[in-house]
């Protein structure tokens, strides 16, 4: 069965470093990979996608992401990491026509 | 735009009662997911309508749970009668393209947070 693991529960981070959110998936076919972010009392908001081609993607808010086919992995980074990037992420699989997500990784930055 | 809104964004019932909750999409959006996420655990799928119609309701745990959407347009979500393990955030997203594969993007409302004691 399809399934999204995300190892880390829980992320800190100091004020300007930088961040690496990992992400494994587990899907026979060529997946569609997505990131989300949830900030206190928001929706999920879309950070960035993987469908096909280039496997570095570049998304919203300074973050990137990599697919690596040999690992089934879709990590997600940032170099410089804002007190304001404190949040819950999700990644997540589209698979027909719904998502899979991992259980999220909540990330806390430190001053 | 408006985005993806949902009501209540909570709601605190008693085991029996019955809840309904309310997802209005992104205008024009054909499709509709409702999702949910039980503490401590991941989102999940509860089930994806195209316009008016049920795709896919696999996800749906028990006949208690009762989804609608009217004329295509907003979208509720009903549990009657309410039980303990029905405590979550349910979550409602909408996308642009109509058809069983979409990669289009899902866009999440901020979730209802129902609380059964």
């Known amino acids: 069965a399809q399934s999204v693991t995300q190892p880390d529960i829980h992320i800190t981070v100091s004020e300007g470093a930088s961040l690496e959110l990992r992400c494994n998936y587990s899907y026979g076919a060529t997946p569609y990979l997505f990131w989300y972010v949830q900030s206190p009392g928001q929706g999920l908001q879309l950070l960035l996608k993987y469908f096909s081609g280039d496997t570095l993607v570049q998304g919203i808010k300074g973050f990137e992401a990599e697919f690596k086919r040999s690992q089934s992995s879709f990590n997600l980074r940032k170099p410089s990491v804002h007190w304001s990037d404190a949040a819950e992420y999700f990644c997540?699989?589209?698979?027909?026509?719904?998502?899979?997500f991992g259980k999220g990784t909540t990330l806390s930055v430190s001053s | 735009e408006a985005g993806v809104t949902q009501f209540p964004s909570h709601s605190v019932i008693e085991k029996g009662q019955t809840v309904t909750l309310r997802c209005d999409p992104i205008s024009g959006h054909d499709n509709l997911y409702w999702y949910r996420r039980v503490m401590g655990k991941e989102i999940k799928f509860l089930l994806h309508?195209?316009?008016?119609?049920?795709?896919?309701e696999s996800g749906m745990p028990n006949n208690r749970f009762l989804a609608e959407r009217t004329g295509g347009t907003y979208s509720t979500l009903k549990v009657q009668p309410a039980e303990l393990e029905d405590s979550g955030v349910y979550f409602c997203?909408?996308?642009?393209?109509?058809?069983?594969?979409?990669?289009?993007?899902?866009?999440f409302g901020p979730g209802t947070r129902l609380t059964v004691l």
């Open positions: 309508f195209v316009k008016e119609s049920k795709q896919d």
């Open positions: 997540a699989a589209l698979t027909g026509t719904a998502l899979i």
């Open positions: 997203a909408s996308s642009r393209l109509a058809g069983g594969w979409s990669t289009d993007t899902q866009y």
